[in-house]
């Protein structure tokens, strides 16, 4: 009864599809495999709609920017993403952007990790990702570099929100460490030192016109 039965079927596969009953199975299988594969990469839409309610739900327990102003690149280190309580922070030309919505990407374990908590402007303009590069310095920077750089600018301005910037720092040379070596102090901080033999000399002018 059984081998009747499976006769039957083959000769009807022969007949409705003109195809011998191996590569009937054949084609059956390797359409089973590619539903198989693509449910599988896409998912059905009930997963899709809870993938999405679950990013949502992550996009909404990120707090709101806070502005930190003006504060130094040492400072910056501390939000490079080791601490989940802090906000995710990188720098472009000075500018301190909010990255805490891509931390996919910027944070521990992303493909752009190393740039979180620095001013990685020299790094982005030449696409590198060697720790010398990991730097604000563009001093010597050629064109092509330096335009990829406004592009990830633009990027970074579009999508982002500025939280602070970063202290710049000038050489003082002849300061009070007695060597003659160059300090570093922050722009804001750099005063102008007096010169007491010149005031004097100035004093006694006065007192001759007088």
Do not use: C
């Not at 740039?115 to 590198?128: C, H, I, Q, T, V």
């Amino acid at each position: 009864m059984g081998l009747q039965l499976w006769e039957t079927l083959k000769e009807a596969i022969t007949a409705y599809t003109g195809l011998s009953p191996a590569t009937f199975f054949t084609v059956v299988a390797l359409l089973w495999a590619i539903y198989y594969v693509v449910t599988g990469l896409f998912g059905s839409s009930d997963d899709h709609h809870q993938r999405s309610r679950a990013f949502e739900e992550q996009m909404e327990l990120l707090p709101p920017p806070i502005q930190l102003g003006e504060i130094s690149e040492e400072e910056l280190k501390q939000y490079d993403g080791s601490d989940p309580k802090k906000p995710l922070l990188m720098a472009i030309k000075g500018q301190i952007y909010d990255v805490s919505q891509s931390r996919m990407f910027y944070g521990p374990g992303g493909p752009y990790a190393l740039f979180a908590g620095r001013d990685a402007s020299r790094a982005l303009a030449k696409m590198s990702f060697e720790e010398q590069d990991l730097t604000g310095d563009i001093s010597d920077l050629g064109p092509f570099e330096l335009d990829a750089l406004q592009d990830w600018e633009y990027k970074f301005m579009s999508k982002y929100v500025k939280v602070g910037t970063i202290k710049k720092t000038v050489a003082v040379t002849g300061g009070d460490n007695g060597n003659g070596e160059a300090s570093w102090t922050t722009e804001g901080d750099a005063k102008p030192a007096g010169d007491g033999s010149s005031q004097n000399a100035v004093a006694g002018t006065d007192a001759k016109e007088e």
